[in-house]
């Protein structure tokens, strides 16, 4: 019965965080743009790049947690441990992301502050 739990543990556990981790970076994504956009003084090039690492950056700090936080030598003996285990490491995982989320907008304000990047030459 203890494996039963394990893989009600594993499915709503992923599912939540990968639901999250995919509605998240639409979100922010979305409206992260506009920031992009006065941050960086409409440099569409830019502005494109910047977008794209920082999505790439949110995959991997949002799927790497996730991937080291799943216990593999945990046992448990009712679905309301399940769920109460689910519940704190999705917390955990929001919290980090807030955290995350926090460090970006504090950089993005920095940028905001010097005026922007200096523009980007073509590269041939």
Request: hydrophobic letters at 65%; aromatic letters at 20%.
């Given at each position: 019965m203890a494996e039963t739990y394990m893989t009600t543990y594993y499915v709503t556990y992923l599912g939540i965080c990968g639901g999250l981790i995919v509605w998240l970076a639409r979100a922010l994504h979305r409206a992260g743009g506009?920031?992009?956009e006065e941050a960086f003084q409409g440099n569409s090039t830019v502005v494109r790049a910047v977008g794209q690492l920082l999505d790439i950056g949110f995959y991997l700090v949002s799927l790497g947690y996730v991937a080291v936080s799943v216990n593999f030598a945990?046992?448990?003996?009712?679905?309301?441990q399940v769920a109460q285990f689910v519940c704190g490491k999705v917390?955990?995982?929001?919290?980090?992301?807030?955290?995350?989320?926090?460090?970006?907008?504090l950089l993005l304000a920095l940028f905001r502050r010097r005026g922007g990047m200096p523009a980007v030459a073509a590269v041939e």
């Open positions: 506009v920031l992009l945990w046992s448990f003996p009712n679905l309301g917390g955990g995982f929001l919290l980090m992301m807030g955290f995350v989320h926090l460090f970006n907008m």
